[in-house]
């Protein structure tokens, strides 16, 4: 049995599902809800302490999506997952990365931050080119799409 585990939320399940059948895995069981007011509810349904736990989910808005991962990484610290790492096939708000303008945010921190303090431990990910990967305080791993 491999120590680590895949799960997803709800922006890519096809790739998701895709990613652990060529691992030989199941995704791990995950409840998410919506309540009426729109506020995200997320259960992991089978233990996870202890594992290396990679959750799949893209931040392409809406906004709804990164809160979402957000959620499920937060869920995972508080049960007691070893290690998680949020892979996220489109990283939202990466072209935000420097304040090239006054009065403006630089998002693409903000965001990487809002990672971190939900528990990421490690990002994998691919961002524009261009973007300045020293936002991240974490460990990022940026994948190449140039050669496919």
């Not at 120590?3 to 890519?12: A, I, L, Q, T, Y």
Request: with cysteine; glycine share 6%; charged share 25%.
């Amino acid at each position: 049995m491999p120590d680590f585990k895949v799960s997803s939320g709800r922006s890519n399940p096809d790739l998701a599902n895709k990613v652990a059948d060529n691992l030989g895995l199941h995704l791990s069981e995950v409840t998410i809800r919506s309540f009426s007011d729109g506020e995200i509810w997320v259960k992991y349904e089978e233990n996870v302490r202890g594992v290396d736990l990679f959750v799949i989910q893209s931040t392409f808005a809406p906004a709804d999506n990164l809160l979402e991962l957000l959620i499920l990484i937060d869920a995972a610290k508080r049960a007691s997952a070893k290690r998680v790492t949020a892979v996220i096939p489109y990283f939202g708000y990466a072209r935000q990365d420097r304040k090239d303008q006054p009065r403006v945010s630089i998002t693409a921190k903000l965001v990487a931050n809002l990672l971190t303090r939900a528990g990421a431990d490690r990002i994998i990910t691919m961002i524009c080119i261009g973007t300045n990967t020293g936002i991240f305080d974490i460990p990022l791993d940026h994948l190449y799409g140039s050669t496919v």
